[in-house]
């Protein structure tokens, strides 16, 4: 199994442009997540889906879209991407959203740079 | 809305040294979570906690829920060069099916 795999690891925008970011899992897990890390803030949670075509915002979810058209897969979209989005961006997904033994599984991550 | 502080923000302690780091929310918990992020790696599952005054041990690593399930802690007897990392709990609330992570514990490891 792979878990969860992102793509690009890494990336580099002028501000302004548009870009999507894909998370895909392989666990059958029915919640996923989109995170953005930044120094010293922890994990901050921007959108989730708690199944196939269902989304919802999170903390801090301006300036990002999402869609969730297939189980296995969310997809997380800067529109215009601004500086401040600069961050390293993490796809989670979990079996249930009520705890689970197994916790959340992390992809390795985007390393997103807007200049 | 429901909040998790989670200090200290750093920890610096020379190898051998223990290190503990503490999780307190506002409101009372279901379940809280730990997580170890090696750097420039991604969070990976350590542990859950469900019941009130709950420990639970892993090698060196112990963890514990409190009794009113506001609080918890990790604590790492004889730190190694391996334990080095950012630590991070994450709480959720019955009304919710989102956790609350804290902001993390960045352990540092002197040789």
């Known amino acids: 199994n792979a878990g969860v795999t992102q793509t690009p690891k890494f990336r580099v925008l002028k501000t302004g442009q548009s870009m999507t970011l894909l998370c895909a899992q392989d666990?059958?897990?029915?919640?996923m997540y989109w995170y953005r890390q930044d120094p010293g803030m922890g994990l901050r949670l921007i959108h989730y889906s708690v199944g196939e075509g269902t989304t919802a915002k999170g903390e801090v979810p301006d300036g990002y879209n999402v869609s969730r058209l297939k189980k296995q897969n969310f997809l997380l979209g800067l529109e215009s991407a601004a500086p401040s989005q600069t961050s390293v961006y993490f796809c989670a997904s979990s079996p249930t959203g009520l705890g689970s033994i197994t916790g959340y599984t992390f992809g390795s991550g985007t390393r997103l740079t807007v200049v | 809305g429901q909040q998790v502080m989670q200090i200290p923000q750093y920890q610096h302690v020379q190898e051998g040294e223990d290190f503990t780091t503490y999780c307190n929310s506002s409101t009372t918990l279901s379940n809280i979570q730990w997580y170890k992020q090696r750097p420039g790696g991604h969070p990976v599952f350590l542990i859950q906690?469900?019941?009130?005054?709950e420990v639970k041990k892993q090698k060196r690593l112990t963890f514990q829920f409190g009794e009113a399930k506001k609080n918890s802690s990790l604590h790492i007897t004889a730190t190694q060069t391996t334990d080095v990392g950012t630590y991070f709990c994450a709480g959720r609330t019955g009304g919710s099916y989102i956790p609350t992570f804290g902001r993390g514990t960045s352990l540092i490891v002197h040789p």
């Open positions: 666990m059958n897990h029915e919640y």
């Open positions: 906690l469900v019941k009130s005054g």
